[in-house]
Antibody, heavy 121, light 110 residues
Framework: EVQLLESGGGLVQPGGSLRLSCAAS????????MSWVRQAPGKGLEWVSG????????YYADSVKGRFTISKDKSKNTLYLQMNSLRAEDTALYYC??????????????WGQGTLVTVSS | QSVLTQPPSPSGTPGQRVTISCSGS????????VNWYQQLPGTAPKLLIY???QRPSGVPDRFSGSKSGTSASLAISGLQSEDEADYYC???????????FGGGTKLTVL
């Protein structure tokens, strides 16, 4: 059974940093791309970043480019999102999502339950 | 403002058929397949339709998807109270080199 468990969210001041983690199980981690998708309170879904199965290719939404870094640790079956220079508009529930293939453009077939990031002074 | 345009809040009565549209452009829907996600209140999104019209196992055949040109649609027939949820379309955008979502459609079952 595929399971995705996010952690690392919390309250951070504007300009601060936070690292989110997503522990994956139930599938061959290196074979599938992964993404982070966020949802601001009361708003819709916004794709944030994606990484290929091998980890060799990464993609970012313009809204986070240069501030966020996605990575995956194959030895720990864990996906990360390093978030720097955080802004109030980054406040959201962050989901990790598994793609159906090794490329980031594959369908998100499984989602975690999300971890909440609040950026406020 | 979302790259993909969805209607805001349709409603229907039990047993009815409702359709939710998703409008995009040549760089997204026009070039790639469309997925639909259902988000029940307080829960994570769930894959409902993939590759325009395919249903994952476990999704009732009351749900169907289609795509034509730069638009896609999700149809729900035999509406049930448990279908009350937010629905999102999504596809890859070749110009943005990333995923784009519709703004979401909140379906109310009266």
């Amino acid at each position: 059974e595929v399971q995705l468990l996010e952690s690392g969210g919390g309250l951070v001041q504007p300009g601060g940093s936070l690292r989110l983690s997503c522990a994956a199980s139930g599938f061959t981690f290196i074979s599938y791309a992964m993404s982070w998708v966020r949802q601001a309170p009361g708003k819709g879904l916004e794709w944030v970043s994606g990484i290929s199965g091998s980890g060799g290719s990464t993609y970012y939404a313009d809204s986070v480019k240069g501030r966020f870094t996605i990575s995956k640790d194959k030895s720990k079956n864990t996906l990360y999102l390093q978030m720097n220079s955080l802004r109030a508009e980054d406040t959201a529930l962050y989901y990790c999502a598994k793609s159906s293939g090794s490329g980031v453009a594959g369908t998100f077939d499984y989602w975690g339950q999300g971890t909440l990031v609040t950026v406020s002074s | 403002q979302s790259v993909l345009t969805q209607p805001p809040s349709p409603s229907g009565t039990p047993g009815q058929r409702v359709t939710i549209s998703c409008s995009g452009s040549s760089s997204n829907i026009g070039s790639n397949t469309v997925n639909w996600y259902q988000q029940l209140p307080g829960t994570a999104p769930k894959l409902l339709i993939y590759t325009n019209n395919q249903r994952p196992s476990g999704v009732p055949d009351r749900f169907s998807g289609s795509k034509s040109g730069t638009s896609a649609s999700l149809a729900i027939s035999g509406l049930q109270s448990e279908d009350e949820a937010d629905y999102y379309c999504a596809t890859w955008d070749d110009s943005l080199n990333g995923w784009v979502f519709g703004g979401g459609t909140k379906l109310t079952v009266l």
